[in-house]
């Protein structure tokens, strides 16, 4: 098996930015049986986080910026760490987040082994 990133990210730009709470109810519990799905079935390796919006930015030669920028439009909204054969795997358990039909997206990407 190989280890997943997936990574949520959400358009701070549009309609769906800020769901009403009665929206944000309304998916906290498909998000949870997706999760617990993925656990049930042991391929949950981290369990999902949630990310501040404001972040900073590391650059060469020490320099730090505020982040994330308004122009990017996208902000990170959460992740963690699954188990998958493949990525073909990998992007079936992504496209069941139910989160995708509020607008956001899942960045999946494997990870790479240590050399030695």
């Given amino acids: 098996m190989n ?7 959400r358009d701070l730009s549009s309609k769906d ?8 109810q309304a998916a906290i519990k498909p998000f949870q049986d997706w999760i617990g799905s993925i656990a049930a079935q042991n391929k949950l ?16 030669n020490n320099t ?18 699954i188990r998958a054969a493949d990525y073909d ?18 960045e999946v990407r494997m990870a790479i082994p240590p050399t030695q």
């Fill in 3 to 9: 280890e997943f990133l997936l990574a949520i990210h």
């Fill in 17 to 24: 930015a800020s769901p009403s709470p009665e929206q944000m």
């Fill in 45 to 60: 390796v981290a369990p999902p986080k949630r990310w501040d919006t404001d972040g900073r930015v590391v650059k060469q």
């Fill in 64 to 81: 730090v910026l505020n982040g994330p920028y308004a122009e990017i439009k996208e902000s990170l909204g959460g992740l963690f760490l």
């Fill in 89 to 106: 795997e990998a992007v079936e358990i992504a496209k069941g987040c139910p989160i995708i039909q509020w607008g956001a997206v899942v």
